[in-house]
């Protein structure tokens, strides 16, 4: 049999009261008499079978029973106020939030970002880049993420499956083979400069390591906060980055980019989208999400054909 819940304006009165500890406050704001806010916090603990004031001689003070019901009462108005503003208040049409690793927007979102503009064009979009940042803020609706996949608080859909392999231009490479006369195998690497990029757990000392290089050391090195300037510098013929096929394949189709080597590397690492689990999801939100997940496995399929 299931327990009734308690009549949503006990609750609010329940929640004003403990936040003024004080039923004359609370009436105050609830434009109630004080009379009233009693009778409704009494008949409350009486449905609840539990005390949740101690009435003190100067004020109001609460019982352990209510210090524990008071958070669980103020975040279920609070997602109820949000939900209802979401759906029939100001912010019903407002611009959906979205924070997004940047060589993620630039190299693969872009490019397909028209078609999910075409099916929903009354979406307004608004994205900003999350480097080097541990928490999603309250504004925004979705992130995309590069990581493990395991982010306390948040559910998480993987949108990438991707293989490590180095890059770099053709004329970059063929320079590095004729300057030094040898063939064209890992060894060059050590007559290059490699791109490093932080933050990355997966970067070249664990590719070097997996493909059986793990002392080879390259002529000159430079470190960068993220991948895009990374594989720009490569297109430029300033060294050899190491790029996930997500967001390289363009690259490599037009030639900008060439992979010399057959070592490609599985990763463990990922692009996910992912949202605070205990956040409202807005209708737009959802749209976005079932969109985003639908692009991800289509060019999983065309990959592996």
């Known amino acids: 049999m299931k327990k009734r819940l308690p009549p949503l304006n006990w609750l609010r009165t329940f929640e004003l009261s403990a936040q003024h500890l004080n039923f004359t406050q609370a009436a105050q704001e609830l434009n109630l008499t004080q009379a009233a806010i009693s009778q409704q916090i009494k008949g409350l603990e ?127 490479f063929a320079a590095a083979i004729q300057e030094q006369h040898i063939e064209a195998s890992v060894q060059v690497l050590s007559h290059c400069t490699l791109l490093h990029v932080l933050g990355y757990n997966e970067g070249w000392g664990h590719w070097l390591h997996k493909n059986g290089h793990p002392d080879l050391k390259p002529a000159q090195s430079m470190q960068l906060d993220s991948l895009l300037p990374a594989l720009e ?44 689990e205990r956040q409202y999801r807005h209708a737009n939100a959802e749209a976005f999400r079932s969109w985003l997940i639908d692009e991800a496995q289509q060019s999983q399929y065309q990959e592996n054909q």
Not at 79 to 101: C, H, K, M, P
Not at 144 to 168: N, T
């Open 233 to 276: 510098l490569a297109v430029q013929g300033q060294g050899v980055a190491l790029g996930r096929t997500c967001l390289v394949q363009a690259q490599l189709d037009s030639k900008q980019l060439i992979a010399p080597f057959a070592q490609p590397l599985n990763t463990d690492e990922a692009f996910y989208l992912i949202t605070p």
């Open 46 to 172: 009486s449905q609840l079978g539990v005390a949740l004031f101690k009435r003190l001689p100067r004020g109001l003070e609460l019982t352990e029973a209510g210090r524990a019901y008071i958070p669980i009462v103020h975040e279920a108005i609070e997602r109820l106020v949000v939900a209802t503003d979401e759906l029939f208040g100001q912010n019903r049409n407002r611009d959906l939030n979205i924070r997004v690793s940047l060589v993620f927007f630039t190299s693969w979102l872009a490019p397909r970002l028209g078609k999910f503009r075409q099916q929903h064009p009354e979406v307004g979009l608004r994205f900003s880049s999350n480097i080097w940042t541990d928490q999603t803020p309250v504004d925004a609706d979705l992130e995309i993420r590069h990581g493990l996949g395991k982010w306390s608080g948040f559910s998480c859909d993987r949108l990438s499956w991707d293989q490590l392999i180095p890059v770099c231009s053709p004329e970059y």
